[in-house]
């Protein structure tokens, strides 16, 4: 080999060898194998030469335009290799060979009890409706007969947002939309509003064994001509019958809500101690489960109805506590833990 095409050789793979990455290769490449590169100007020098030192010459340019070109092809591999190793170490430790993990999730109980509520109501002719969880003060309160400042409202220690709205602390928010929904195939048709509205309410509550900060509850309204407080405990038992599949001993007592005239609490006996006491019911052996009365007159006015031509039954159903009674759960902070563990022990696989 001339000592030209030596010494071309000696700084090509020098190059090479300090090429960090497929930019910096592709450009060597190019300057001693493109067009204009270095080796390829090797053979125009060739037109100066003899015959014999042409054959000589032209063969050595191209074992060496080979051997560069094997060199590049076989750094390229070596460079993906080393990506692909890279990108292999870099990786989180995976057994790709394990098994798959096939077990199935399910749904929540509050969402299999709530289904269930809403097919006992859909069959008796309630409308199912959806509300957001973010209201007005309007909505939550001044609507509902509560207006600003109204002790009633320490009742519900509730999350305002900078804007002035609020987190819903009770599924009641809803009722003002609901009237002004229906109000007119009532009026006009003398359709009766019949709906239910299941929701997650927000309370700034210290928990315990019956208290949680987001629950569930599930509100219920009707509003026709001659509604009365038989209609309402009629439902309240139906719901209730189903739900259990027995007869549950429930009482009715009176309780203050501003929004309706009677009000009364409907306490449930507590399923998880018999009615004998223990912490989930506080130990009182009953469970407070089902707010209810009739709709307060400025209520229904506020909803564009008139209430001395109808009347109507609205009630708040502690939906969280339902499920902690149809499955027996102690701690209603288990409800909302996230445990699959302990969620999958009281769902079936529906
Ligand atoms: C209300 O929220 C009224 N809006 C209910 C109502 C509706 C009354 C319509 C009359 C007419 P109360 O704050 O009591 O009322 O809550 C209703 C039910 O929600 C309770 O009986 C209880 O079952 C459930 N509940 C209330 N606070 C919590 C809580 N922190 N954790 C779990 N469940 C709760």
Same mark, same amino acid.
């Given at each position: 080999?001339?000592?030209k095409?030596? @010494? ?6 020098? #190059? ?27 053979? #125009? ?5 003899s ?7 032209? @063969? ?16 390229i591999?070596?460079?993906k290799?080393a ?7 870099s ?16 749904y ?5 009890? @709530? ?11 309630f ?37 002035g709205q ?9 009722q ?38 987001? /629950?569930?509850q599930m ?5 026709? #001509?001659?509604i ?16 259990? #599949? ?12 501003p929004f ?11 399923l ?12 009182s ?12 007159p ?14 109507? /039954? ?16 102690k ?5 909302n ?7 999958? @022990? /009281?769902?079936?696989?529906?």
């Amino acid at each position: 080999m001339s000592e030209k095409t030596a @010494q071309m050789k000696q700084e090509f793979l020098s #190059k090479l060898e300090n090429v960090a990455d497929m930019a910096s290769l592709d450009a060597l490449r190019v300057e001693y194998l493109g067009k204009n590169g270095l080796i390829t100007g090797l053979l #125009k020098e060739m037109k100066n030469l003899s015959v014999e030192e042409k054959k000589t010459f032209g @063969q050595e340019v191209n074992i060496l335009k080979n051997e560069a070109t094997d060199a590049i092809t076989t750094k390229i591999e070596e460079m993906k290799k080393a990506e692909i190793e890279k990108e292999i170490n870099s990786m989180p430790d995976i057994d790709i060979t394990a098994p798959a993990n096939l077990d199935r999730g399910s749904y929540h109980p509050i969402t299999l009890v @709530q289904r269930e509520c809403e097919e006992i109501f859909r069959s008796m002719g309630f409308h199912i409706e959806d509300y957001s969880e973010i209201v007005t003060d309007y909505e939550c309160f001044e609507a509902l007969n509560i207006p600003k400042h109204h002790p009633a409202r320490d009742m519900q220690d509730t999350y305002y947002l900078e804007n002035g709205q609020l987190l819903k602390s009770h599924t009641s928010a809803a009722q003002n939309a609901i009237y002004k929904k229906y109000k007119d195939a009532l009026i006009n048709d003398g359709v009766p509003i019949k709906a239910i509205f299941p929701g997650r309410c927000f309370r700034n509550e210290a928990t315990d064994a019956n208290h949680e900060n987001t /629950f569930f509850q599930m509100e219920g309204v009707m509003v026709d #001509k001659n509604i009365s407080i038989s209609n309402l405990i009629f439902f309240m038992k139906t719901m209730l019958s189903e739900v259990f #599949k027995k007869d549950v001993k429930v009482r009715l007592r009176p309780g203050f809500f501003p929004f309706v005239e009677p009000g009364f609490e409907l306490d449930i006996n507590c399923l998880i101690c018999g009615g004998e006491g223990c912490p989930s019911c506080k130990h009182s052996g009953w469970l407070e489960l089902c707010p209810c009365g009739m709709i307060h007159p400025e209520v229904l006015r506020a909803g564009g109805i008139d209430p001395e031509e109808y009347t109507g /039954f609205a009630f708040g159903l502690g939906l969280t506590r339902l499920v902690m009674m149809r499955y027996g759960v102690k701690d209603i902070r288990d409800l909302n833990s996230g445990s699959l563990k302990t969620l999958s @022990q /009281f769902t079936d696989d529906k």
